[in-house]
């Protein structure tokens, strides 16, 4: 082969490599496809909640959630626990804020008046739960860097799916402060776009937790939800097990769902 | 000899850590396989009813609810068994209750009943115990304002219709007024009046009011309410430990829990004199704060005393008669709350305006803030370390100053030169402990509270507390006439 060939055979597997990667998306760029194709407007899940220590005892729970989105990409949350009896009607709102720390409020019915939440507190877990304050509050993109690490397949309830193994990493110092973990390993199907796992690594990069969901359905058009979630938290040895019983998207929500006065009023346990 | 205070809170920290292992780390470790739990969660209970004004997933046609079985689903409860013991004999007093074992079993109960925008709703208890004197009759005797000093053994203390719409929510009815956006202590939280029977372990007894909560922007609410009928606090009995010590012949000054020298009556307000009137406007997330202001004008919830010459016992004769009367304010409150990183700030302030100078008009205030440990809690195994404290004072603009009125309010208020503070330690969602402490720095009152409780959820709604606590400070200081009240408490209570 002459070295003119050579540098013809190079020149060409350069540009094809470069238009290969052009054309894969970039980790940021999967988690906008992923926010845009699953978003709804309105969201209403009422869900049962089993909570299992390292001893094997369970607590089952009731819960209600519901989501707003009031702005583009802006949402308002709220979690109300239905049973049982001794955390019946505690309920957690938040209210998201772009370019500031959202907002969130704890009602505990013992106390009948609704306390504001400090950032930090954020990093401890939820009414016992495996999914901390954090966890329940909406994703914001600007907040964090995705690296694709790999492709891979991806066992799960008995079918290999094609993966998107992307890496979220805080992309900011304040961010890195308050955050309770160091990165999230996300394992997203190709095709729908669904985050089939996630891994938490907390603040040491130790793996924490394992979040698993399970029996993903269409809820409307391209909008897909789990209806089981398994929340492992190697930590503790303890579990938080999710199964939705109804869930309702882009039905009418009020905005007063939001207020203090809708959970003071008793309208949440209605 | 009397063991320390610290060196008892030690003790029973003691007794707890000792008494929990074989609760939370003695036992197997049983690792669930996913599967086996997500088939368990698949044999859950149906879906419930779709939540009222929510548009209908289609789905097979459901039973459709009577009215009986949405009273069955919406009846709600606890049943508390709680027993208290005191270390030492009750304080020197005429006819004390020398007894320093008691226990009590009390059953909460809430329903509902709700047609389109509406919902009549309907709560109280039913409770009984061995302390004297403290419990009687039922809410059917004196149903619109309650004048018996003693707790009623079964009590409506929530009954109430509520109209709500989006914008705005009416309330008519007898429910808690709450008010303020501090954490221990509450300056403006002056529509609660509360049965005192046992101080440290108090119930609220509501009030009648009708009210209109009106969302006037976003997070913005504008409250008006009408009180038409005064409710007096509860306070124990003269025979009860709680009063403190009092020998033969002595003269203490009239506070909330001691009516002072005897040949006293109670001057309850009738007819106008009732009503309340209170209005607030309130601001949630507003560039993370939490903002409120308030006006309330009726009655006030702490007495005064008014002297009255009446015929005394032989002709001609007078005797002084001491009269503890309830004289209108108006009551003018601000406070906010906001964080910043693991702090909550939060603050109060209310100025207390006394017509005719009966009582002092003053502003009480307080400031203080929450402190959330995350990562230092983890290196104790600890889920989560909360820290509260807060300062509380009042500053007097204006003494009494009215005729025949010999003793303001003062010694009943609460917040005057006080630190007030909380600790709530959670291992787990099953175990927590907490400490409370509070101090009134006052030279004069100077007196201290120190509560140690540990909770331990044993099943789902099943909650057992046990608590130890501790009380010191001048007799007559509110924590030191108390100084013979440590005591230990167990309670058991099972919510549905």
């Known amino acids: ?270 | 000899m009397r063991m320390n205070p610290f060196l008892k809170s030690l003790a029973l920290l003691l007794a707890i850590y000792l008494l929990c292992p074989p609760f939370t780390w003695g036992q197997t470790d049983y690792r669930f396989q996913e599967d086996d739990l997500l088939k368990e969660m698949d044999k859950a209970a149906p879906a419930p009813p779709e939540q009222k004004g929510q548009e209908k997933v289609p789905q097979a046609p459901a039973k459709q609810p009577t009215v009986l079985s949405k009273l069955v689903d919406d009846f709600h409860g606890s049943l508390r068994l709680r027993g208290v013991h005191y270390w030492q004999n009750p304080p020197e007093r005429e006819g004390a209750d020398t007894r320093n074992d008691f226990g009590s079993a009390l059953f909460k109960f809430s329903d509902k009943i709700s047609y389109k925008n509406f919902a009549l709703n309907v709560g109280g208890w039913v409770e009984y115990g061995n302390e004297e004197n403290t419990y009687s009759g039922t809410s059917f005797n004196e149903f619109w304002q309650d004048m018996d000093r003693r707790r009623r053994i079964l009590d409506v203390s929530d009954l109430y219709l509520n109209y709500s719409r989006d914008s705005f929510n009416f309330l008519v009815g007898k429910k808690t007024l709450t008010n303020g956006m501090s954490t221990l202590y509450l300056p403006s939280d002056r529509m609660r009046p509360q049965d005192l029977n046992d101080p440290m372990d108090v119930k609220d007894l509501n009030i009648w009011q009708a009210r209109m909560d009106y969302d006037v922007a976003e997070a913005t609410t504008l409250t008006a309410a009408f009180l038409p009928v005064y409710q007096p606090q509860k306070t124990p009995s003269e025979t009860s430990r709680w009063m403190g010590e009092k020998k033969q012949g002595d003269s203490t000054e009239f506070d909330l829990y001691d009516a002072g020298n005897a040949n006293m009556r109670e001057d309850i307000p009738q007819g106008d004199a009732n009503f309340g009137y209170f209005a607030r406007f309130k601001k949630k997330g507003f560039h993370g704060w939490d903002l409120f202001a308030s006006f309330y004008h009726g009655p006030n919830p702490f007495y005064v005393i008014r002297e009255e010459q009446v015929p005394g016992p032989t002709p001609g004769s007078t005797q002084p008669q001491r009269i503890k009367e309830v004289v209108t304010v108006d009551d003018y409150a601000a406070g906010f709350s906001t964080t910043y990183e693991s702090w909550e700030f939060h603050g109060e302030v209310v100025y207390n305006f006394s017509y005719d100078r009966k009582d002092d008009d003053y502003f009480n205030y307080v400031g203080g803030f929450t402190y959330t440990f995350d990562d230092f809690a983890k290196k104790l195994w600890l889920e989560k370390i909360e820290f509260t404290a807060e300062y509380a004072n009042e500053i007097i603009t204006r003494v009494q100053n009215a005729a025949n009125f010999v003793s303001s309010s003062k010694k009943s208020r609460l917040g005057r030169n006080d630190i007030l503070s909380r600790i709530n330690f959670e291992y787990n969602n099953k175990l927590s402990f907490q400490f409370v402490c509070n101090f009134l720095v006052d030279q004069i009152d100077y007196g201290r509270f120190q509560r140690l409780e540990a909770k331990y959820k044993l099943r789902d709604g099943l909650i057992s507390k046990l608590a130890g606590e501790f009380f010191g400070g001048q007799n007559d200081s509110t924590y030191g006439r108390w100084q013979k009240n440590d005591r230990i408490i167990l309670e058991f209570e099972y919510s549905f």
């Open chain 1, 1 to 270: 082969m002459t070295k003119k060939t050579i540098i013809w055979v190079i020149g060409i597997l350069f540009l094809f490599s470069a238009s290969v990667v052009s054309a894969q998306m970039t980790g940021r760029q999967v988690m906008e496809k992923q926010k845009e194709r699953h978003k709804v407007k309105t969201e209403i899940g009422n869900e049962d909640m089993m909570l299992v220590d390292k001893s094997g005892s369970k607590e089952n729970r009731q819960v209600v959630r519901y989501a707003k989105e009031v702005g583009k990409d802006l949402h308002r949350y709220l979690v109300v626990f239905l049973s049982p009896g001794d955390i019946r009607g505690t309920a957690l709102r938040t209210w998201e804020k772009k370019g500031g720390d959202n907002d969130q409020w704890l009602y505990l019915p013992a106390k009948k008046t609704e306390q504001r939440i400090a950032k930090a507190g954020k990093k401890n877990y939820f009414m016992g739960t495996d999914f901390t304050y954090e966890d329940m509050e909406p994703e914001d993109l600007d907040n964090f860097n995705y690296n694709i690490l790999r492709s891979e397949q991806f066992n799960h309830e008995g079918k290999a799916y094609d993966c998107y193994v992307i890496e979220a990493l805080p992309a900011n110092d304040k961010k890195k402060q308050e955050t309770g973990y160091a990165k999230r390993i996300m394992w997203i199907e190709k095709v729908n776009l669904t985050t089939l796992k996630t891994d938490f690594y907390d603040r040491r990069e130790k793996h924490q937790k394992t979040q698993l969901n399970y029996k993903y359905e269409t809820v409307s058009g391209s909008v897909m939800r789990p209806k089981q979630t398994i929340m492992n938290n190697l930590e503790k040895s303890h579990k938080t097990v999710t199964s939705t019983k109804s869930r309702q998207v882009n039905t009418n929500v009020s905005d007063s769902t939001f207020t203090d006065t809708f959970i003071l009023s008793g309208k949440h346990l209605e």
